[in-house]
């Protein structure tokens, strides 16, 4: 009897660790694909959040606010801390950036 209990917590414990590998490599992965999502734009002399929102106002549905706090949690700055030549990454996708170019 001691046998059929051990070797269900075996299967336990194996399937348990297969979950977590899986859940982590699935959480990695995304995250990837999340930073690979967005614009990384340089900031240039007199650049403001306030005007990048605006500037890119078709490719995101927040409000100035909510771009300017998003772009600010995202990047680990404060909108008076922006110099320019930095490069930070705005909540615009990729896919919208290229119609973008292409449409200009």
């Given at each position: 009897?001691?046998?059929?209990?051990?070797?269900?917590?075996?299967?336990?414990?194996?399937?348990?660790?297969?979950?977590?590998?899986?859940?982590?490599?699935?959480?990695?992965s995304n995250?990837?694909?999340?930073?690979?999502s967005y614009?990384?734009?340089?900031?240039?002399q007199?650049?403001?959040?306030?005007?990048?929102?605006?500037?890119?106002q078709?490719?995101?549905?927040?409000?100035p606010?909510?771009?300017?706090?998003w772009?600010?949690?995202?990047?680990?700055?404060?909108?008076?801390?922006?110099?320019?030549?930095?490069?930070?990454?705005?909540?615009?996708?990729?896919?919208?950036k290229?119609?973008q170019i292409?449409?200009?």
């Amino acid at each position: 009897m001691k046998k059929q209990g051990q070797s269900g917590w075996s299967f336990v414990i194996v399937f348990v660790t297969i979950m977590l590998i899986m859940g982590s490599y699935t959480f990695i992965s995304n995250q990837a694909k999340a930073d690979q999502s967005y614009v990384n734009i340089t900031i240039e002399q007199g650049d403001t959040l306030w005007e990048l929102s605006e500037k890119f106002q078709g490719g995101h549905k927040l409000s100035p606010d909510e771009f300017i706090q998003w772009v600010e949690q995202e990047n680990e700055l404060h909108a008076e801390q922006l110099q320019p030549g930095e490069t930070v990454v705005i909540p615009v996708s990729t896919e919208t950036k290229m119609v973008q170019i292409a449409s200009n």
